[in-house]
C-alpha cells in the first residue's frame, strides 16, 4: 500500500527484542492491525490499536500516535518460531472495511 | 482457526484461460474480500461484499468479478487470464465492517498464469 511505510526486513537474535515501525498516512482514521504471516501461510491478526498508547499481549505490544500517524510493533524475548512478516494496516474513516496494507516487515532470528 | 476454505489451493493455467476461485465460510460472517498478494506490494484488496449479492471493487479490480450468491460463498472470476494476474490470492472474512474488524484469513490460492 503506498500510504503505509514499514521496513522490508530487520535481524535480531533469539532472546533480544525488536521494533517496527509503521507510518501511514489516511483520510481520517478508524484502526491500526498487526498481522503476523509466516512463509507460505495465511495473515493471522495480532493487535489492533484505534487510541493513543500501548496495548500490551503477552510478548507482543502495540503503540499507536494518532497525530504523528505512526505506530509500532514490539516484540519482546524473540523466538526463533518468530520469524515471519509482519504487516501494517490501517483503515480510513472512509474506507469502510478496507484495509491499506503495507508491504511488510521481515523479521529474521537468529540463534 | 476460522472456517475459510479457499480452493483451488494451486492452478496453473494459460493465458486467456477463465479462471474461477472459492471461499467458503462456516462463520455465517456479513463480510468478505478478496486480495491478492505479490513481492514489494503486500495485499491488495480486489474486491468486497458486505452481504448476498452486495459487492463492490477494491483497489486493484480491474480484470476480475466476483459473485455472492450464499452467505457462505465468495467467488473471484478471471474473465481472461493475463500473466499480471499471477499472484497468491487470499480471501478473508470479518463479522463487522467498521470499527474493530478484525479480518481472517483462508490459506491462500497460488495462481500461476503460463
Request: charged content about 20%.
Amino acid at each position: 500500500g503506498q500510504n503505509i511505510d514499514q521496513p522490508t526486513e530487520m535481524t535480531a537474535t533469539e532472546g533480544a527484542i525488536v521494533q517496527i515501525n509503521c507510518t501511514y498516512q489516511t483520510s481520517g482514521f478508524n484502526g491500526l492491525f498487526w498481522y503476523q504471516q509466516h512463509a507460505g501461510e495465511a495473515p493471522t491478526f495480532l493487535s489492533y490499536n484505534v487510541l493513543d498508547g500501548l496495548e500490551e499481549k503477552g510478548r507482543f505490544s502495540s503503540f499507536l500516535s494518532r497525530s504523528k500517524g505512526y505506530s509500532y510493533l514490539l516484540l519482546k524475548e524473540l523466538q526463533m518460531k518468530d520469524s515471519a512478516s509482519y504487516l501494517c494496516a490501517a483503515v480510513g474513516e472512509d474506507s469502510w472495511g478496507k484495509f491499506q496494507f503495507g508491504a511488510g516487515t521481515q523479521v529474521v532470528v537468529t540463534p | 482457526d476460522a472456517g475459510i476454505t479457499q480452493s483451488p489451493r494451486h492452478k496453473v493455467t494459460e493465458t486467456g484461460t477463465p479462471v474461477t476461485l472459492r471461499c467458503h465460510q462456516t462463520e455465517n460472517h456479513r463480510y468478505m474480500y478478496w486480495y491478492r498478494q505479490d513481492p514489494g506490494h503486500g495485499l491488495r484488496l480486489i474486491h468486497y461484499s458486505y452481504g448476498v449479492k452486495d459487492t463492490d471493487k477494491g483497489e486493484v479490480s480491474d480484470g476480475y468479478s466476483v459473485s455472492r450468491s450464499k452467505t457462505e460463498d465468495f467467488l473471484l472470476t478471471l474473465e481472461s487470464a493475463t500473466s499480471s494476474q499471477t499472484s497468491v490470492y487470499f480471501c478473508a472474512i470479518s463479522d463487522s465492517g467498521a470499527g474493530k474488524n478484525i479480518q481472517y484469513f483462508g490459506a491462500g490460492t497460488r495462481l500461476s498464469v503460463l
